[in-house]
């Protein structure tokens, strides 16, 4: 029997089948046990599987987990468990949303940027979703103005929503519609409040921002996967606060950064790193204007983490 991974909690998944089952599943310990699986998650939220009911107790509604079927894609970021070790976000992804605040708290274009690199690696699509607009004065909105620029000249979707007053959900909507959609962010930039807006009567708990440090409180524990009442599925992560990169080698970096792919074939060296090599194009290109300073100045500030955790 085939089913989709909703939840992760562990040691035990909720999972639904295409008749819309729902099992509380196990692994088989070869799952653990297998030296292929290098992730501190060998099954995620977004993953097919295929499934044994458990006939004992009729009304438990168990099963166990007895193959991972291959997944189209994942995302992962580095396990807050250990710098070396990978945790995969999520698989078999359409789209994914970040969301993303000007203030209460600010998403640093760096976070922005490493999210968008990580995406790219996997092929996943990404919209720029910027919450709380309506705390937004001129000169937030003089901000978001700039951002919007940046990434739509490189070729992402950026809104501007308010989770609370229903300010652009309609478009979200719509983006989200038929999909399978990844939803991630910082701790309190209101991913809950915004998926209560696309999903009334769901209510999840939200929590407003620590006042003293600026930071977002976490309200969510666990990835977890929602079927959406327009067709499609969100999957809901923890808030992160920071999005560390792995399996991306230096020399492929570049390919990552959508605006520096015209120019990568243009240097004179085939394995340039664009910091200080002769007759570097995404250098020239930066001198030039095409390639904004500041992505510029992520991408080295990426490149310069991944050595360090290289090593």
């Keep these: ?26 692994m088989k310990g070869i799952f653990k046990k ?7 998650n060998p099954i995620a939220v977004g993953d097919q599987i ?19 079927l291959p997944r189209t ?15 995969i976000v999520a698989a078999n992804l359409d789209q994914a949303v970040l969301v993303c605040t000007v203030k209460e708290p600010r998403t640093s274009q760096g976070f922005i940027d490493r999210f968008l690199v990580t995406a790219a690696a996997y092929h996943i699509p990404v919209i720029l979703v910027f ?6 004065r001129d000169k937030e909105l003089e901000k978001f103005e700039a951002i919007e620029a940046l990434y739509t000249g490189i ?4 809104l501007l929503v308010s989770a609370k007053n229903g300010d652009g959900i309609d478009e979200v909507t719509e983006l989200l519609k038929d999909k399978t959609t990844l939803m991630s962010g910082h701790s309190g930039v209101g991913k809950s409040s915004l998926i209560n ?18 930071k977002g409180l976490h309200t969510t524990t666990f990835a977890e996967m929602h079927d959406l009442p327009f067709g499609g599925r969100l999957i809901d992560t923890p808030g992160v606060r920071e999005f560390g990169i792995v399996d991306i080698p230096k020399t492929e970096l570049s390919h990552y950064f959508l605006e520096m792919q015209p120019f990568i074939t243009q240097c004179q060296f ?40 290289t090593y």
């Design 50 to 68: 295929a499934i044994e009911a458990d006939d004992s107790d009729a009304n438990a509604k168990n099963a166990m987990i007895t193959d991972i």
């Design 34 to 40: 297998n030296d292929d699986i290098t992730s501190t």
């Design 197 to 214: 807006a696309l999903m009334p009567g769901l209510e999840l708990k939200t929590k407003a921002v620590s006042g003293w440090s600026g």
């Design 270 to 309: 085939n394995n340039c790193l664009h910091l200080n090599e002769p007759g570097c194009a995404v250098k020239d290109a930066v001198e030039e204007g095409i390639i904004d300073p500041d992505r510029y100045v992520s991408y080295a500030t990426i490149l310069d983490s991944i050595e360090e955790e």
């Design 73 to 87: 894609n994942y995302i992962v970021r580095a396990s807050p468990h250990g710098k070396n070790k990978k945790h």
């Design 1 to 26: 029997m085939q089913a989709t991974v909703y939840k992760s909690t562990g040691s035990w998944y909720t999972v639904k089948t295409a008749d819309g089952e729902t099992f509380q599943a196990r």
């Design 131 to 136: 919450n709380k607009k309506d705390i937004y």
């Design 155 to 158: 070729g992402y979707k950026v």
